[in-house]
């Protein structure tokens, strides 16, 4: 999926509308999948993502907060105009979490704040250089709207690479199954 974002050959419209798909087939096949696996209609689905993944993680968390109550977002960057050479249409604004969540309100707002949760985790070491500043400045929009999130910086020599993910992962994913039951 992440190459449908960085294609660079392809005109940022294109891109963001070959990203549309994804959503869709996410809300329409795997998640009535997970329900069906799980023999739960209601059950609480947590979503992860690293780098470009941890953007679909919060905007999976964020659009869809009664079906994503947690969110594990590791090494994000939300502002997806990054990607798109700056261009902007309401596809590419409704995807980029620093952009819409300031216009979140009502009880769409209330929604989000009684369901959903987000981790946001990010190394301060080698290639997290503008993912750092995103993800701060995303914490701080959450917590101007009350939105449950938790901002977890680690050392300066965490970097950007699996290794680190997998034991950010451990940590966060951990708590959270044990918090759950």
Same mark, same amino acid.
């Given at each position: 999926?992440?190459?449908?974002?960085?294609?660079?050959?392809?005109?940022?419209?294109?891109?963001?509308?070959?990203?549309?798909?994804? /959503?869709?087939?996410?809300?329409?096949?795997?998640?009535?999948?997970?329900?069906?696996?799980?023999?739960?209609?209601?059950?609480?689905?947590?979503?992860?993502?690293?780098?470009?993944?941890?953007?679909?993680? #919060?905007?999976?968390?964020?659009?869809?907060?009664?079906?994503?109550? @947690?969110?594990?977002?590791?090494? $994000?960057?939300?502002?997806?105009?990054?990607?798109?050479?700056?261009?902007?249409?309401?596809?590419?604004?409704?995807?980029?979490?620093?952009? @819409?969540?300031?216009?979140?309100?009502?009880?769409?707002?209330?929604?989000?704040? /009684?369901?959903?949760?987000?981790?946001?985790?990010?190394?301060?070491?080698?290639? /997290?250089?503008?993912?750092?500043?995103?993800?701060?400045?995303?914490?701080?929009?959450?917590?101007?709207? $009350?939105?449950?999130?938790?901002?977890?910086?680690?050392?300066?020599?965490? #970097?950007?690479?699996?290794?680190?993910?997998?034991?950010?992962?451990?940590?966060?994913?951990?708590? @959270?199954?044990?918090?759950?039951?």
């Amino acid at each position: 999926m992440s190459a449908v974002w960085t294609r660079k050959e392809n005109p940022p419209q294109q891109r963001i509308r070959q990203h549309l798909p994804y /959503e869709r087939f996410v809300m329409d096949e795997l998640v009535p999948f997970i329900r069906d696996d799980c023999q739960s209609d209601d059950i609480p689905i947590a979503v992860t993502g690293t780098s470009l993944g941890a953007l679909y993680a #919060s905007n999976f968390a964020l659009k869809f907060p009664t079906v994503f109550r @947690y969110a594990l977002c590791m090494s $994000g960057r939300y502002d997806a105009t990054w990607l798109t050479d700056g261009f902007v249409n309401d596809d590419v604004y409704f995807n980029s979490p620093i952009s @819409y969540v300031p216009g979140i309100e009502g009880d769409y707002l209330q929604l989000i704040r /009684e369901h959903t949760h987000l981790a946001l985790v990010c190394g301060q070491g080698k290639w /997290e250089d503008g993912n750092i500043q995103d993800t701060q400045h995303f914490a701080s929009l959450l917590r101007e709207k $009350g939105i449950s999130h938790q901002l977890d910086l680690w050392g300066h020599d965490v #970097s950007h690479q699996w290794p680190w993910w997998a034991r950010q992962a451990r940590h966060h994913l951990g708590g @959270y199954l044990h918090a759950a039951g």
